[in-house]
């Protein structure tokens, strides 16, 4: 019965632990060592442009989107609820320190296999018994958190305790809660506000904190989404973010992210809207984002694994050697004193980066796994053969475009104009064919088995919730005993 649940994709344990010219080297894509060294020579980053910052990344755990109020959002549904005021305020406030968007999250809606997924930038291997009521295992692909610790970052963790199981040996400092304790709706947040608050005034030996607040997500369990008891959690994790932000340092970047929604009755684990629609949010006082090239009345539309590939460039980090994320081009932040120039190309490189770890790892993939699908695996073949056709197109224009695309050139606005437009061209096509790739490595699940499951987990929560009552029980008759 279990083969049903489990996805046929192989796990790589390679890392991302190359130059970018050595990985150009190694991928073979340039047989001509001049192209190869122009591209590589072009796409060096500039660090000047892009000074390291602090993160802050909060992931609320089940932040539907509708539980966020303003004309922006997507998807509001039945809910009648609570919807948190801050975003609106902060678009009126901070209008070009703000990044919003939704959020979907992929199949099964369960933690376990969302952080896999955020923190990795690739499709989860196996869906546990139970969802979150399986043991979380180390996860042992490639990702931001072991990225960071190979960069020499200093990564604090507060929260949950799942992200304890998938890296028990990666942070330099932790405070945990068991997340599974679905009675305790307040310690687990409290702890977050407090140990945040204490680091951005009383420390500085950290570059990225990592929190995981529980709240919603308990109170969705302990109560639904109908009632008060939601409205009052939403309330109190509104409050806790806003605290942060108020008390948020200059050179930090705030990545407020989750994993999932919410059913009206308090779960989560399929695909409806309630459950697959999240909220996802970035913001930073002290310097603006890029503008919006398509602005829009309405938040636009992301997959949930581009937080990969996003917090990698916010913190400095190389792509995980798996991603199949696709990072979104308007989460950077660039030097005040660059011009715009500068940060075109910047961008373009960022981007070529993205494509460059994919095209390894497809490649990788491909000859290590035996697909039987022959269209999936012509499709992957594909796409490596179009990621080679656009890397020489861009040579061709490096050659040919040498003031537009090369950081000594001095192009005039119109001249600025047309590469902006054809950046955002090259990044747009790539993106669509990256998001591709990724739906590739996602075969169908077999929805009886993943119901199955669901309903272990349902029951082994159950059991859990008993034994936590019972406990509270014990101590209170030992209290009185004493």
Request: a negative charge; proline letters at 4%; charged letters at 25%.
């Amino acid at each position: 019965m279990l083969d049903g649940i489990f996805l046929s994709r192989k796990i790589l344990p390679d890392r991302n632990n190359m130059t970018f010219e050595k990985s150009i080297e190694k991928s073979g894509i340039f047989s001509e060592i001049s192209d190869r060294n122009l591209f590589t020579k072009r796409m060096e980053v500039n660090t000047q442009i892009l000074p390291p910052r602090k993160l802050i990344v909060i992931l609320v755990d089940a932040l539907r989107e509708s539980f966020v109020d303003g004309d922006f959002i997507n998807y509001v549904g039945d809910y009648k609820g609570y919807r948190m005021q801050l975003f609106k305020k902060l678009k009126e406030k901070y209008p070009k320190r703000l990044k919003m968007f939704t959020s979907i999250a992929d199949m099964p809606t369960v933690t376990n296999q969302r952080i896999r997924g955020m923190s990795t930038g690739t499709v989860p291997l196996v869906f546990d018994l139970g969802g979150n009521a399986g043991v979380s295992s180390q996860i042992v692909e490639d990702s931001i958190i072991y990225q960071a610790k190979a960069m020499g970052k200093t990564i604090k963790m507060y929260g949950d305790d799942f992200w304890l199981g998938l890296y028990p040996t990666s942070f330099d400092e932790h405070e945990i809660f068991p997340s599974l304790d679905v009675t305790n709706l307040h310690d687990n947040d409290n702890l977050v506000r407090r140990r945040v608050l204490d680091q951005i005034h009383n420390h500085s030996d950290w570059d990225i904190l990592w929190t995981h607040t529980l709240g919603i997500d308990h109170a969705g369990h302990t109560f639904n989404t109908l009632g008060e008891g939601m409205n009052r959690k939403i309330k109190d994790i509104e409050q806790i973010i806003e605290e942060i932000i108020e008390n948020l340092p200059d050179n930090t970047t705030i990545a407020l992210i989750s994993d999932h929604g919410l059913t009206p009755i308090g779960s989560h684990g399929g695909k409806s809207d309630d459950e697959i629609y999240t909220f996802v949010a970035y913001f930073q006082k002290d310097v603006d984002f890029p503008e919006d090239r398509n602005p829009s009345e309405k938040l636009k539309i992301i997959s949930q694994i581009s937080t990969c590939p996003n917090i990698a460039v916010l913190g400095g980090l190389n792509f995980p050697f798996s991603n199949v994320g696709s990072w979104i081009p308007e989460i950077i932040t660039f030097s005040p004193n660059s011009t715009k120039h500068q940060q075109l190309l910047e961008t373009l490189k960022i981007f070529v980066r993205n494509e460059v770890q994919t095209y390894i790892y497809i490649t990788k993939y491909l000859e290590i796994t035996e697909i039987s699908d022959p269209g999936t695996k012509a499709k992957m073949e594909a796409y490596l053969l179009s990621i080679e056709g656009r890397f020489k197109t861009l040579v061709f224009k490096f050659k040919s475009s040498s003031s537009l695309y090369s950081a000594e050139g001095t192009p005039s606005a119109e001249e600025i104009d047309q590469l902006e437009a054809d950046i955002y061209e090259y990044i747009d096509t790539g993106s669509e064919r990256i998001l591709e790739i990724k739906e590739l490595l996602i075969p169908e699940w077999n929805v009886s088995y993943i119901n199955t499951s669901i309903a272990i987990g349902a029951l082994s929560m159950l059991v859990l919730v008993f034994k936590v009552l019972k406990r509270d029980t014990e101590e209170k008759d030992k209290i009185k005993q004493s």
